[in-house]
């Protein structure tokens, strides 16, 4: 299927598919979106993440780990 772009008139593929969980690249999206968070936020994410099956708890130990060494290379 595809979708004209309104603005252009371009016809443009659908988006692709997100990462299945558990892949480094849904990993390191979800470390993306978890340093932009306020710690409120991030403890309401875990919850919800954790009870749909999308990550545990390893997974979020290797996200807290890394949002520090993360956010030190986007300084």
């Given at each position: 299927m595809q979708i004209?772009?309104?603005?252009t008139g371009n016809w443009l593929d659908p988006p692709p598919p997100p990462p299945p969980p558990g892949t480094s690249k849904?990993?390191?999206?979800?470390?993306?979106?978890?340093?932009?968070m306020t710690q409120r936020r991030r403890r309401?994410?875990?919850v919800i993440a954790t009870?749909?099956?999308?990550?545990?708890s390893e997974d979020i130990e290797?996200?807290?780990?890394n949002?520090?060494?993360?956010?030190?290379?986007f300084d």
């Open positions: 004209a772009h309104v603005a849904f990993i390191r999206e979800l470390q993306l979106t978890y340093r932009t309401l994410f875990v009870c749909q099956g999308l990550v545990n290797k996200i807290e780990d949002t520090s060494k993360t956010l030190s290379i």
